[in-house]
């Protein structure tokens, strides 16, 4: 079985941080570009970062730029989004997906016609 299993939400009060974890079952992360995308209530789900599976180059949206950090670990397989500053409007699920190419899209579209989202990890934000 191939899946993306996404962990490491909770609830942090504002400024605080959390770092999520996405580890690869049964497909090996090293060889694919991952990106982190987040769906708050009430709203579309939209791109946060991604991290380049040829390169290790990586893209933030605005939003996120200069609080979070996209990185990977090859040997455990995992891509981390180390989340600071934390803000209110961060709460959201958030989930990861690999794809070969996916930094080169604009996350917002992708995540428009991406289907094969997983349970993704919650994060709640505390003013």
């Known amino acids: 079985q191939v899946q993306l299993v996404e962990s490491g939400g909770g609830l942090v009060q504002a400024g605080g941080s959390l770092r999520l974890s996405c580890a690869g079952i049964?497909?090996?992360?090293?060889?694919?570009?991952i990106g982190w995308f987040r769906q708050a209530p009430g709203k579309e789900r939209e791109g946060v970062s991604c991290?380049?599976?040829?390169?290790?180059?990586?893209y933030y949206a605005d939003s996120v730029k200069g609080r979070f950090t996209i990185s990977r670990d090859n040997a455990k397989n995992t891509v981390y989004l180390q989340m600071n500053s934390l803000k209110p409007e961060d709460t959201a699920v958030y989930y990861c997906?690999?794809?070969?190419?996916?930094?080169?899209?604009?996350?917002?579209?992708?995540?428009?016609?991406?289907?094969?989202w997983g349970q993704g990890t919650q994060v709640t934000v505390s003013a």
């Open positions: 997906v690999a794809d070969f190419e996916i930094c080169a899209y604009d996350l917002d579209e992708y995540a428009k016609i991406y289907e094969y």
């Open positions: 991290i380049s599976g040829r390169d290790d180059s990586t």
């Open positions: 049964g497909l090996t992360l090293d060889h694919y570009a």
